[in-house]
């Protein structure tokens, strides 16, 4: 087993990282999400540099992590598997909006509400830093990442 096995090895939870950036909603699936810091609550978030949701994250300077549940490999794949360039990810689906203005999911695990404020760029990622202004919890258990979900 080489580098790529080891690395897959990794566990993940599964987000859904949503932008409202001058009305224009979007939402992309990612499971490269963590806290950083407890003072003040910080969290990073790694977006592919080429993904739709990189620039409107940049402009709009604020995101929402929505914490999928598990029952909601659907609604990841739906995020996940087509661009925000193409298509209104969010016709059709159920939201709210959060202080900043970007989207909540109904029936998630957990919600953060985030202020953008830094950047790291990270090989063909960059890492957006938020500061968590807002959030919620449910008694939902949180929605782990299996590739076998989404790439079978």
Known sequence: MGIEEALGKFTYGVY???????????????????????RPPLVVVSVGKKRFSYGLILEAGAFSVNVLA???????????LKSGRDTDKFAGIPYHTAPSGSPILPGVAAWLDCRLVGTCEAGDHTLFIGEVLHGEASDSEPLLYDPRDYWT
């Open 16 to 38: 859904v990282v949503g932008v409202n950036c001058k009305g224009r909603l979007n939402g992309i699936t990612c499971a490269w999400v963590s806290r950083v810091s407890h």
């Open 70 to 80: 598990r029952d909601q490999v659907e609604l990841a794949r739906h995020f996940g």
